[in-house]
Each structure stands twice: as C-alpha cells, then as structure tokens.
C-alpha cells in the first residue's frame, strides 16, 4: 500500500524557516517524481514544486520560487521542503504527492494527510 | 500560463441524480488533465486523468471526457458520498474547484 506521511509543520514567526518532510513506503520510490501542494484555510489547492525521481529535474511556482527548495533522499524515502523567509500567505495545509509523470507535472495519484503550517507572530 | 475555470462554482443535486461539471482552459492544452475530489478534512484523490483514464480504484460512474479546451467530469448516478469538492488540474495549475451539494 502506498503511504505518504507528512511531518514539520507547525506554527512559525514571519521571516522564519521551517523544513517539511514526506516519508514514502509501498512502492519504489525512486522511479517516482513528487511534488508538494498547499492549501490555504478554506482555500483551493496550490501546487508549489515538482522534483523527478532522479532529483535532476525541479520546478517552483512563482509564488514560492526562491525562497522554497524541494528535495528528495532516495535511500531514506523521504521528500522534502525548505521554506525560508515565511510570510502570513504560505499559511496552509502542505501536501505531499506523487506524480504520475517522469519529467513533468501529469497527474497527483496519490497524497499524504497534510501538515499544517501557520505563520503568524 | 494557462488559466483552468471550473463550473459551476457550486452544484444542488440529489443523491441518484447525473452531475455534469465543466472545466474550461484559456488554451489548448491537449488531453492534459485530471480531476480530483476533495472531501473535508481529507486530501485530494485522483479521479481523472489524460482527461478521461480512470484512476485506479475510482468507480465507473465516474467519467472524463474533453479536449483542447473544454473538458467535462461526468457522475453518471451520485452516491451520497459523492458529495464534495471536484478540482481540475493541469500540470502546475488548479481550477478553483466545483463544490457539489446535497439537494
């Protein structure tokens, strides 16, 4: 069974930085790309970064690009996301997922629980 | 960068009725994208996607069909847990979703 579970968020100062995680079980994780998504409090979803198997491809939405870093370690099974210089907008639900395509964004099949993160002083 | 709208923005159905959901794309973008339900407190799951593949596991009263710039989501008879947010998505972008309602 594929499982996806998110860990790190929690609440944090604007400016600050925090670094979420994915650990990924039941499939062979390195052959898959994964992306992370948000959600903002009665909001609709926002895809943030794609990363292929391989770690050679990644992509950034404007919104977080430079400030954010996606990354992957293929022998611990585990995403991740580092977010730097938080602001009151990047409050929200952060999903991880996998992707269904090798290079690009196809298609999210499956998706963790979410870790909610909340920036607020 | 392609804009996806979605409509209705929300939908009153009763349970055994067919639910027609439309998304439109501010360019062609082939055959490419998928659908997901969203339902509250929950992640998104995959319904729908290359516009009209079933993902694994999803009911057949669920349909896709479109191309280019139009594209449909079709339940075909709602189950009362059918009763929850749909989204479209193509590649890095996401309509806004469509909230469909009990009647």
């Known amino acids: 069974e594929v499982q996806l579970v998110e860990s790190g968020g929690g609440l944090i100062q604007p400016g600050g930085s925090l670094r979420l995680s994915c650990a990924a079980s039941g499939f062979t994780f390195n052959t898959y790309s994964m992306n992370w998504v948000r959600q903002a409090p009665g909001k609709g979803l926002e895809w943030l970064s794609f990363i292929s198997g391989d770690t050679t491809t990644k992509y950034y939405a404007d919104s977080v690009k430079g400030r954010f870093t996606i990354s992957r370690d293929n022998v611990k099974n585990s995403l991740y996301l580092q977010m730097n210089s938080l602001r009151a907008e990047d409050t929200a639900v952060y999903y991880c997922?996998?992707?269904?395509?090798?290079?690009?964004?196809?298609?999210?099949?499956?998706w963790g629980q979410g870790t909610l993160v909340t920036v607020s002083s | 960068e392609i804009v996806l709208t979605q409509s209705p923005a929300s939908l009153s159905l009763s349970p055994g009725e067919r639910a027609t959901l439309s998304c439109r794309a501010s360019q062609s973008i082939s055959f490419y994208l998928a659908w997901y339900q969203q339902k509250p407190g929950q992640a998104p799951r995959l319904l729908i996607y290359d516009a009209s593949n079933r993902a694994t596991g999803i009911p057949a009263r669920f349909s896709g069909s479109g191309s280019g710039t139009d594209f449909t989501l079709t339940i075909s008879s709602l189950e009362p847990e059918d009763f929850a947010v749909y989204y479209c998505q193509q590649r890095s972008t996401f309509g806004q979703g469509t909230k469909l309602e009990i009647k």
């Open positions: 997922a996998r992707d269904l395509g090798p290079r690009i964004v196809v298609a999210l099949d499956h």
